[in-house]
């Protein structure tokens, strides 16, 4: 399957995440993102040291601004289970406008066609890291890595898109 590229549609899927009230809930990426302006970002895998150092923290970091111009979602997915996603979640001071969304089985990961085989490193198929702004369903950029990279995918990239 080719990766998600500009101008395709974001397709749906369901993933998980733990709501305010700390319940397990499933969740469209249709309904977080048909009518808004939304960042999708995926990375590799919970608590690696690209994701947690450096990834995550700049689209929590510049979420402020971000939302300024005008992005009403930040929705990071990982593959990995809701449960650990809850707690690298919780592994943050704050978090504030990120949503932290488990693809436990890459099937939406597969949908995007941006699954990353780390087999030989004892990780099983994760994710490409990537970061894609969305208008109303509509992938408007697609900034996705090769290999372990981390030069295209920051909210910075993302900021200079809008």
């Known amino acids: 399957m080719a990766p998600i590229s500009a101008g395709d549609t974001l397709p749906d899927g369901t993933l998980a995440h ?41 689209f929590i970091e510049k979420s402020e601004e971000l939302k300024s111009k005008g992005v009403e979602e930040l929705l990071l997915i990982s593959v990995n289970d809701p449960f650990v996603m809850k707690a690298w979640k919780k592994s943050y001071p704050e978090t504030k406008n990120v949503k932290f969304l488990a693809d436990g089985s890459a099937t939406y990961t597969h949908a995007l066609g941006l699954e990353l085989d780390l087999a030989e490193k004892g990780l099983g198929i994760r994710s490409k890291r990537f970061a894609l702004l969305v208008d109303n369903l509509k992938v408007v950029a697609a900034n996705i890595e090769s290999g372990g990279e981390f030069t295209v995918s920051s909210a910075d990239d993302i900021l200079a898109a809008l």
């Not at 249709?30 to 690696?48: I, Q």
Request: hydrophobic share 40%.
């Open 18 to 58: 733990f709501d305010e009230d700390d319940q397990l809930q499933q969740v469209s990426i249709h309904s977080l993102a048909a009518g808004k302006k939304v960042v999708v970002f995926g990375v590799p895998g919970a608590f690696t040291p690209t994701c947690s150092l450096k990834h995550v923290p700049g």
